[in-house]
Nanobody
Framework: QVQLVESGGGLVQPGGSLRLSCAASGIRFSMYGMGWHRQAPGKERELVASITRGGSINIADSVKGRFTISRDKGTVYLQMNSLKPEDTAVYYC????????WGQGTQVTVSP
């Protein structure tokens, strides 16, 4: 059974930082591309960052220079710095090979 369990979300002030983690089980982690999407209220889900099984990274323009993605030993991380109110969203981890698996999401709220 594939499980992706996110953690690390919460409430943070503008300019603050959070690190999201996604622990994967039930898959051969090294064979999967991993990444994060987010969905803000009333908006479509959008890609935030991805990392291939070979380590190639793609970062959305809206968060480039502020967010980084990494992976290690069954977990993928999203380091978020200089957070802005517009980063408020539910953040979803995913794993992809020939199909995609999704986590349950973790809420990130950026507010004074």
């Amino acid at each position: 059974q594939v499980q992706l369990v996110e953690s690390g979300g919460g409430l943070v002030q503008p300019g603050g930082s959070l690190r999201l983690s996604c622990a994967a089980s039930g898959i051969r982690f090294s064979m999967y591309g991993m990444g994060w999407h987010r969905q803000a209220p009333g908006k479509e889900r959008e890609l935030v960052a991805s990392i291939t099984r070979g380590g190639s990274i793609n970062i959305a323009d809206s968060v480039k220079g502020r967010f980084t993605i990494s992976r290690d030993k069954g977990t993928v991380y999203l380091q978020m710095n200089s957070l802005k109110p517009e980063d408020t969203a539910v953040y979803y981890c995913y794993a992809t090979d020939t199909r995609a698996y999704w986590g349950q999401g973790t809420q990130v709220t950026v507010s004074p």
